[in-house]
């Protein structure tokens, strides 16, 4: 009971004491704080950066049906060039071209 009454007799003291140590451990706290904030926003960041990632891979895969696309009509290119090539061989010009004079 003395210790009670110690308290209510000293309220001063008491609310003193609760001020320093406020005082004392906001400063950490703040910076604990302020430490968190910036951690959040930079993992807020990195979920951005994977998730246009991922987006930027599905996109890709979707995509490859066009890719197979090109791909035919560039080997259909190709066979149509070796055709035009090999029947341009098979026929020789009548008349060789004259040689251009500069």
């Not at 003291?13 to 930079?42: G, I, N, T």
């Not at 599905?58 to 049906?65: P, T, Y």
């Not at 090109?70 to 066979?79: F, H, R």
């Amino acid at each position: 009971m003395k210790a009670a009454t110690r308290i209510l007799l000293k309220p001063t003291q008491a609310l003193y004491r609760l001020q320093e140590h406020v005082r004392r451990s906001l400063p950490e706290l703040a910076q604990h704080k302020a430490d968190m904030q910036r951690w959040e926003q930079q993992s807020q960041g990195a979920i951005y950066t994977v998730e246009y990632a991922c987006s930027a891979v599905k996109n890709l895969v979707d995509s490859s049906v066009y890719f197979h696309s090109v791909e035919g009509l560039l080997k259909q290119a190709i066979s149509i060039r070796d055709h035009m090539n090999t029947t341009a061989q098979g026929h020789s010009p009548e008349e060789p071209l004259p040689p251009s004079s500069a």
